[in-house]
């Protein structure tokens, strides 16, 4: 066990844990659970792939449950998400500890499930059965990808040029900032998604997707403008 336990913890950079530790709920909880899980699959022969498939089936469980209306089964569409983020982060665990066991796709495949999460406030006014949270649910899943969209629409254009122009201007990254950790937590369902059966099982419902509305909506505008200026900073050679 000691070799590929090793193995495992080692393939996971600095890098990644700083990034995991911006969310309390993914550096505390889900990656501490999924390193045995990943050492387990790895015994049992299931590779990075076999777990983006099973992750899928989580996220699509996740939609109809949490549209159905009834409060127990979108709880149990919640916790799909919940288990959903811990496979999440087993799927990554084993392709960079035994990258030999997936295919080139993998990546693709596990970065195209994570758009489960923002599918989740669609399903969430869908449960709600009145066409204004339906409305709202939507509007929010829209701005999501929008914001998606916009920032990685940046990185792969503008993305090598920016990183060029912080070495030479001497820019201090924002990262692991008590800001940065805020804002990620609020815009990023990854974040706050533990909360969501609790949610649920309170009938907070209308109030989480009421806030997450104008955080969406604030997201947009914020991702907009900083690509924006920092498209015009690369422009101008500031």
């Known amino acids: 066990m000691n070799k590929d336990w090793q193995k495992l913890i080692n393939s996971h950079p600095e890098e990644k844990r700083n990034w995991d530790s911006t969310y309390p709920w993914i550096y505390y909880v889900a990656r501490p659970i999924s390193f045995p899980i990943s050492w387990l699959f790895y015994k ?7 777990v983006t498939i099973f992750t899928a089936i989580l996220g699509i469980a996740s939609v109809p449950l949490l549209a159905s209306g009834e409060t127990a089964e979108m709880a149990m569409g919640a916790s799909c998400l919940l288990f959903y983020t811990v496979f999440d982060c087993v799927d990554g665990d084993m392709a960079r500890a035994w990258p030999s066991l997936g ?11 994570g758009n489960f999460y923002l599918l989740a406030y669609f399903s969430l006014g869908l449960g709600l059965r009145q066409p204004l949270w339906i409305a709202v649910g939507a509007g929010i899943t829209i701005e999501k990808f929008l914001a998606v969209r916009i920032r990685d629409n940046f990185w792969d254009t503008l993305g ?6 912080k070495k030479i201007s001497g820019y201090q990254p924002h990262t692991g900032k008590w800001y940065y950790r805020i804002y990620w937590n609020l815009v990023d369902p990854q974040g706050h998604v533990f909360l969501l059966p609790v949610i649920i099982a309170l009938g907070w419902t209308k109030i989480f997707l ?3 509305a104008l955080i ?8 907009l403008a900083l690509c924006l200026c920092r498209a015009q900073k690369i422009g101008s050679g500031k």
């Open 44 to 50: 049992m022969g299931i590779s990075a792939n076999h």
């Open 103 to 113: 295919s080139p796709a993998g990546q693709y495949w596990g970065e195209l499930v």
């Open 160 to 165: 090598n040029l920016w990183e060029a122009s």
């Open 210 to 212: 009421a806030i997450s």
């Open 216 to 223: 969406a909506a604030g997201e947009l505008i914020f991702v």
